[in-house]
Every structure is written in C-alpha cells, then in structure tokens.
C-alpha cells in the first residue's frame, strides 16, 4: 500500500469508490455502509473535481498497486481541518486501511496547515462509526446539524437523519 495525493484524473474512480462503499449495493459488503438509511449517491466526479481544485483541499489515495482501495478528502477551515469521505473499498474493510489512511490524513494536514484540531461530521444512526473514531482519539461534541433536504446529496430512507460533529485535538506541529 502507497499513499498519494488524488488529482483531477482521479476524481471519477474516487467517486465510484466513495459510493460503492456507502451507498451501492456492494457497500453492505463492509460495515460503513449508509444504504439502509439513505439512497442515491454519495457524490459524484464533478463535486469531487471542485473539492480537488479547491484552496487547502486535498484527496488523500491509498493505492495498492494501481488499484484505488481507499480515500479520503480533507479540508482546511480555520485552525481546524474537516475530514470526510473516509472509504475503504467494502471487501478491504475490517483489515486495519482506514486507520492508517485516517493516520495519514491527519499527518499530512497537520504538516501542511499546522492545525490543532480536527472535526468530521457523522450520522448519529451510524454507532459503531462514531466508537471506531472514538477508538482514534475523537469525541463528540454534542453539536448537530440537520441532513440536508436537497436531494443531490441523498434521499433519507428513514425519519430523523441528523448529524453530529466530532473532533480530535492535537498538538499542531511548529
């Protein structure tokens, strides 16, 4: 396994892993899978374009080979960075590649924007993710913030879809 900064040419094979892993049918072949709570896609390649090229926004590959097994997308906001969209392609999940990409990503945020904390939202039905970011040193917060009722970014299939915000602080790097 290797561990590359996503471009542009890559944003079309991260979306397809981002949505095989939460929201296809095979998703259900790992534990991460939102399908029972929500349809529809994840993302798509143009969203994953514009979070690439946008200021303090990375994607974060882990490739085997020239296989994409796992992503993550991270942000800059503030003295904090966002991390989201965390995937493992489903049948790898459980082998230990999302803590060490998670460890990347952090790693690598901390070494370019000198952050001291990191923050990622997670549905609040999704409670063995939140222990396994509990087990990497995140805590809840107790702040919410509703499932967005457009559809581009999926359709509940169940009432109450909320989000709650976690966070890990660090000592930042100097």
């Not at 992503?71 to 082998?95: C, F, N, W, Y």
């Not at 997670?122 to 107790?142: A, C, H, K, N, Q």
Request: charge should be neutral; include cysteine.
């Amino acid at each position: 396994m290797e561990f590359r900064k996503g471009g542009i040419a890559d944003a079309g094979r991260i979306a397809d892993l981002v949505n095989s892993a939460y929201r296809d049918e095979s998703s259900k072949l790992g534990w991460t899978t939102e399908a029972d709570l929500i349809g529809g896609q994840r993302t798509d390649a143009g969203e994953v374009k514009t979070l690439i090229g946008e200021k303090d926004s990375i994607f974060i590959l882990c490739m085997s080979g020239d296989e994409l097994i796992a992503s993550v997308h991270v942000e800059r906001q503030d003295d904090h960075a966002i991390i989201g969209m965390l995937t493992v392609k489903p049948d790898l999940q459980g082998k230990g590649i999302g803590k060490r990409l998670l460890d990347e990503a952090e790693k690598r945020a901390d070494e370019a924007w000198k952050v001291g904390k990191f923050r990622m939202a997670v549905l609040t039905f999704r409670d063995s993710l939140i222990e396994f970011y509990e087990r990497r040193g995140y805590r809840r917060t107790g702040l919410y913030e509703p499932f967005p009722s457009d559809p581009k970014f999926g359709i509940p299939k169940v009432s109450g879809l909320r989000f709650e915000w976690l966070e890990k602080h660090v000592l930042p790097s100097r």
